[in-house]
């Protein structure tokens, strides 16, 4: 589109250019350089009291090394220890208290019976004891003890594994071992 303008030279709009006087120029010049100079100083101070507090730092830091590498090696101690204490808070939880399962145990025990050893391994236990009974049926009186461990749920798989007709103090006994894994 092409504009044309028909109006006469006196009626058309001139545009006339706006021009400061020249004082005001030099005046308006002076301050934004001096202000320029003078940011430019103050940014160059702060650069100088930077750099000698970070030499300050620099001075200090060999007597800091030593210093460091203790606190590294305690920073290592602990996180050791924090595992050692997670594992053992975990054990606490899992584990059921070995007096309580030992409770259990002669709790159930019939008469005849006495315990000679106890081993703890992990979860596997195994009891070593002896019988004695005076109508000859050992036997017996072992399965209602094994039943009653067996219906305790702290117990499970419990299971009769050796057994042996022994002579203790002139006494006719039955040496057995009983094995089974904790809850």
């Not at 021009?19 to 940011?39: Q, Y």
């Not at 309580?100 to 992990?122: A, H, M, R, T």
Request: aromatic share 10%.
């Amino acid at each position: 589109m092409i504009k044309i303008n028909i109006l006469p030279d006196e009626l058309r709009i001139k545009t006339q250019a706006y021009a400061l006087p020249k004082d005001t120029m030099v005046k308006v010049s002076f301050f934004a350089v001096s202000f320029l100079v003078g940011v430019h100083l103050i940014l160059l101070l702060v650069t100088i009291f930077k750099f000698f507090v970070v030499s300050g730092y620099e001075s200090k830091l060999p007597g800091l090394e030593p210093k460091i590498v203790y606190l590294e090696s305690i920073k290592k101690e602990l996180n050791v220890l924090e595992s050692k204490t997670k594992v053992i808070d975990e054990l606490a939880r899992k584990n059921t208290p070995w007096s309580v399962c030992l409770y259990k145990l002669s709790k159930n025990l019939p008469s005849g019976i006495w315990f000679e050893q106890l081993i703890l391994k992990d979860e596997l236990f195994t009891v070593t004891g002896k019988v004695v009974s005076r109508s000859d049926n050992d036997l017996s009186v072992l399965n209602v003890y094994l039943n009653r461990i067996n219906q305790d749920p702290r117990f499970r798989s419990v299971k009769l594994s050796d057994i042996k007709k022994t002579v203790f103090r002139n006494q006719e006994v039955t040496t057995f071992s009983i094995r089974g894994m904790l809850q």
